[in-house]
């Protein structure tokens, strides 16, 4: 079974920190996936890799960036964190070959003050 | 931008009645995904749906797929507590991402 660990599980920091998120997978999927969840819009992409050092934009990338060295790992910056960006945080790996069946992690729970 | 809308947003009903709940969608699709999520918890998928399927079932699951209508709905049977959960349907074309819906909100009632 595929295997995702998010880390840190909750953070609360405040605005203008740089904050890291780590997402960790135990197998070598090509494809991964950050989220942020909020009340009221479901999951919401924020930008997602097909490779080691290949990463695209998703729906709500602006103030995120991501990056990905190694097939395991899958950062996620927020290079000055703003109060909207408090929220759920989700990584996700695709597990599907021909189709794009997704495996998620727990999440982070993140709150900027 | 959310490609599926779940219908209704929120449902409450007994313990051993089924639950429906459905998503629409806007544009064409390759296949379309429902995933639960309990509360403080990651999504789980559960179903997969291809777009030249109309009917699918696993367990005590249903889904239906209407291309026409470009919606689907999704049939729990014989409820149960560990049914309460929220449910989001997620469209896929011959991409790389899923547009996930907004969710409906189920809630099991003894």
């Known amino acids: 079974d595929a295997g995702i660990t998010q880390s840190p599980r909750h953070k609360v920091t405040e605005t203008g920190t740089p904050v890291t998120l780590r997402c960790h997978q135990t197998?070598?999927?090509?494809?991964m996936y950050w989220y942020r969840q909020d009340p009221g819009h479901g999951l919401r992409l924020i930008h997602y890799?097909?490779?080691?050092?290949?990463?695209d934009k998703g729906e709500v990338s602006d103030g995120y960036s991501v990056s990905r060295s190694k097939t395991e790992d899958f950062l996620l910056t927020l290079e000055s964190a703003t109060s909207s960006q408090t929220s759920v945080y989700f990584c996700?790996?695709?597990?599907?070959?021909?189709?794009?069946?997704?495996?998620f992690g727990p999440g982070t729970r993140l709150t900027v003050l | 931008s959310q490609q599926g809308e779940e219908d209704p947003q929120a449902l409450s009903i007994q313990e051993g009645e089924n639950a429906t709940m459905n998503c629409s969608y806007k544009t064409s699709i390759n296949n379309l995904q429902w995933y639960r999520q309990n509360s403080g918890r990651g999504l789980v998928h559960l179903i997969l749906?291809?777009?030249?399927?109309r009917e699918k079932h696993s367990g005590r699951l249903r889904v239906t797929l209407d291309t026409s209508k470009k919606s689907s709905s999704l049939l729990i049977t014989a409820s149960r507590a560990a049914d309460t959960a929220s449910y989001f349907c997620?469209?896929?074309?011959?991409?790389?991402?899923?547009?996930f819906g907004k969710g409906t909100r189920l809630h099991i009632l003894p």
């Open positions: 997620a469209t896929g074309n011959r991409d790389d991402k899923i547009i």
């Open positions: 996700a790996i695709r597990t599907g070959l021909d189709y794009n069946e997704q495996f």
């Open positions: 890799s097909y490779g080691v050092k290949d990463t």
């Open positions: 749906i291809r777009s030249n399927e």
């Open positions: 197998e070598n999927h090509r494809y």
